[in-house]
């Protein structure tokens, strides 16, 4: 069964530094994947997405994501985090016959000091 | 274009109580889907409809859930008796096209509590 791994539950980074969360996750085929940001109050919000082609993926608010299918992984990053970004990240690969079932990972909680 | 509203945003039970979760998709989008996160975990799939039919319902957790969508428009997601271990959160996504892989937009969620 497809599954999505974030080993890191809670991250601090200050304000200006970069980032990177971690994201592996365990399918057969070409995955489809997918980063979600959930900030307090408000609903999942995509990010970015890979479904094929280039592996670098560039999102929305400066982050990107690269697909390494060697290592199974798909890492989010952003090189230099802003206050605003504070929130809880989900990664999350695309299973059933579509790939329209959404398998997430535990998420990972990033807090920005100033 | 307005985005995936659910209602309510926070809902207080008892156990063995009724609640019924509601879900409007962004207009003109097939298919809809229920998900829920319950308190320390990840975000579960429960199932999916496409229109008014339910293409996928492998993620329901028992037979006290039920789902409709009647009309292929809103959706309604109700427990029956409701359980302590039915806390958490109940989010609702949409997309447009069905048979095809799409981004999902997402509702804010219903957060569910049962004392």
């Known amino acids: 069964a497809q599954s999505v791994t974030q080993p890191d539950i809670h991250i601090t980074v200050s304000e200006g530094a970069s980032l990177e969360l971690r994201c592996n996750y365990s399918?057969?085929?070409?995955?489809?994947l997918f980063w979600y940001v959930q900030s307090p109050g408000q609903g999942l919000q995509l990010l970015l997405k890979y479904f094929s082609g280039d592996t670098l993926v560039q999102g929305i608010k400066g982050f990107e994501a690269e697909f390494k299918r060697s290592q199974s992984s798909f890492n989010l990053r952003k090189p230099s985090v802003h206050w605003s970004d504070a929130a809880e990240y989900f990664c999350a690969v695309g299973a059933g016959e579509y790939g329209n079932k959404l398998v997430f990972g535990a998420g990972t909680i990033l807090r920005v000091k100033s | 274009e307005a985005g995936v509203t659910q209602f309510p945003s926070h809902s207080v039970i008892e156990k063995g109580q009724t609640v019924t979760l509601r879900c409007d998709p962004i207009s003109g989008h097939d298919n809809l889907y229920w998900y829920r996160r319950v308190m320390g975990k990840e975000i579960k799939f429960l199932l999916h409809f496409v229109k008014e039919s339910k293409q996928d319902e492998s993620g329901m957790p028992n037979n006290r859930f039920l789902a409709e969508r009647t009309g292929g428009t809103y959706s309604t997601l109700k427990v029956q008796p409701a359980e302590l271990e039915d806390s958490g959160v109940y989010f609702c996504?949409?997309?447009?096209?069905?048979?095809?892989?799409?981004?999902?937009?997402f509702g804010p969620g219903t957060r569910l509590l049962v004392l």
């Open positions: 399918y057969g085929a070409t995955p489809y």
């Open positions: 996504a949409s997309s447009r096209f069905p048979g095809q892989i799409e981004t999902q937009y």
